[in-house]
């Protein structure tokens, strides 16, 4: 299994899509995956299985798609950037939230783990400082 920070862009956001689907559906489909990408359902396929080939996922051709334990945990750790670096455009930024949820998601494939804890930090110290109102 790669570790997150190797996974490409793409690979990241199949396993965001599926914690997503998996948390209002039970379980993804790739139906439900073409879908929420906006692509065809064969294009999924070949996603589908490098991620079970990295046992990130539990898949079978026409079955549903669970995440596995590590992929689960993976994904979680994207959406918690995605949604960490959302928030900073928009609320500390100023960012309009669609603008802020398109580069959020941008930038959350870019940062590697050191770089994003500092960046936790920095952010808990302004939210902190009675000085420093966004």
């Known amino acids: 299994m790669k570790e997150n920070n190797q996974l490409s862009e ?10 997503e689907l998996q948390t209002t559906k ?3 489909r ?10 065809k359902r064969g ?15 539990d898949y079978e051709p026409y079955g549903y798609v669970t995440l596995t334990t590590e992929g689960k ?5 994207i959406e918690r950037r995605h949604i960490f670096l959302k928030d900073f455009f928009h609320r500390i ?8 949820e398109r580069t959020g998601c941008q930038v959350e494939h870019a940062m590697d783990k050191e770089t994003f804890k500092k960046f936790k ?14």
């Open 10 to 19: 793409s690979l990241e956001d199949y396993l965001e899509i599926i914690l």
């Open 43 to 57: 294009s999924v396929t070949g996603m589908l299985k490098k991620l079970a080939d990295n046992h990130l996922i």
């Open 73 to 77: 945990k993976i994904a979680q750790e």
């Open 93 to 100: 930024l100023g960012i309009d939230e669609e603008t802020a």
């Open 26 to 28: 039970t379980v993804a």
């Open 30 to 39: 790739s139906k439900d995956i073409a879908d929420k990408m906006d692509i």
């Open 121 to 134: 930090e920095f952010i808990a110290k302004v939210d902190a400082c009675p000085n420093c109102t966004p």
